[in-house]
T-cell receptor, first 112, second 118 residues
Framework: GEDVEQSLFLSVREGDSSVINCTYT??????LYWYKQEPGAGLQLLTY?????DMKQDQRLTVLLNKKDKHLSLRIADTQTGDSAIYFC????????????FGKGTTLSVSS | GAVVSQHPSWVICKSGTSVKIECRSL??????MFWYRQFPKQSLMLMAT?????????EQGVEKDKFLINHASLTLSTLTVTSAHPEDSSFYIC??????????????FGPGTRLTVT
C-alpha cells in the first residue's frame, strides 16, 4: 500500500518562507493534496496538484512535484502566525473515489 | 467549495453504550464517503469506505461489527460505535468527494467528532 513520509516538525520566524516536504511510494497517485489542521479542528484543503504538473502556485502557496523521486513539497511564502498548524500531505490513488492516505503530518510553528 | 458537516461535534458516553455519528454533504451528492479516525498528535487512519446503497468496505484491522456504517442516502453516512470502550475514544472524521467538480478528485472533510468514552 501507499506509504507517506513527512518530517514531524518545522519552526520558522514570521515573514520567512516555510517548506514542508513529503515523500510517497505509490507512483500511480493522480492527485496529491495538502491539508491544514488547526488544533481540535477538521481538515482544510489547502491545495492540490495533478500528477502531470511540476508546479502549482496559489497566492502564498507553491506546490512542487518531482514525480520521478516521488517527492512533494509545499512552500508557504511570508509565513504568518496564523499558519501555525499541522500540515498533511495526502496522495490519492488512480481511481476516482479512492481514499486519501495521509502522512503523519508536519507541525509548523511560527514565532513572531 | 463543497461543505461536509458532522454531528455531533463532541460526545461523551459511558462504556458499553453506542454512539452514532452523522456525516452529511450539504451542497452536493456523495456516492462515496470515507471514515477516518485520528488519535492525538497522530495521522488520520482510514477506517472504511462508505458506499451509498451498498455495504461499506472496511480496512484491515477495523471491526465491522463494532463500527457500523450506513450510507442510506446520497447526502448522509452514519458511523455507529457499538458497545464503546475507552480505547475507542478518538477524533472521527468523515470525508466526501464531490463528483460534480469536473475532472477533480477533490475531497472535502467534515469538522470531526470528538468521542470520549468514560
Amino acid at each position: 500500500g501507499e506509504d507517506v513520509e513527512q518530517s514531524l516538525f518545522l519552526s520558522v520566524r514570521e515573514g520567512d518562507s516555510s517548506v514542508i516536504n513529503c515523500t510517497y511510494t505509490d507512483s500511480s497517485s493522480t492527485y496529491l493534496y495538502w491539508y491544514k489542521q488547526e488544533p481540535g479542528a477538521g481538515l482544510q484543503l489547502l491545495t492540490y496538484i495533478f500528477s502531470n504538473m511540476d508546479m502549482k502556485q496559489d497566492q502564498r502557496l507553491t506546490v512542487l512535484l518531482n514525480k520521478k523521486d516521488k517527492h512533494l513539497s509545499l512552500r508557504i511564502a511570508d509565513t504568518q502566525t496564523g499558519d501555525s498548524a499541522i500540515y498533511f500531505c495526502a496522495p490519492q490513488g488512480k481511481q476516482a473515489g479512492t481514499a486519501l492516505i495521509f502522512g503523519k503530518g508536519t507541525t509548523l510553528s511560527v514565532s513572531s | 467549495g463543497a461543505v461536509v458537516s458532522q454531528h455531533p461535534s463532541w460526545v461523551i458516553c459511558k462504556s458499553g453504550t453506542s454512539v452514532k455519528i452523522e456525516c452529511r454533504s450539504l451542497d452536493f451528492q456523495a456516492t462515496t464517503m470515507f471514515w477516518y479516525r485520528q488519535f492525538p498528535k497522530q495521522s488520520l487512519m482510514l477506517m472504511a469506505t462508505s458506499n451509498e446503497g451498498s455495504k461499506a468496505t472496511y480496512e484491515q484491522g477495523v471491526e465491522k461489527d463494532k463500527f457500523l456504517i450506513n450510507h442510506a442516502s446520497l447526502t448522509l453516512s452514519t458511523l455507529t460505535v457499538t458497545s464503546a470502550h475507552p480505547e475507542d475514544s478518538s477524533f472521527y472524521i468523515c470525508s466526501a468527494r464531490d463528483p460534480g467538480t469536473s475532472g477533480s478528485y477533490e475531497q472535502y472533510f467534515g469538522p470531526g467528532t470528538r468521542l470520549t468514552v468514560t
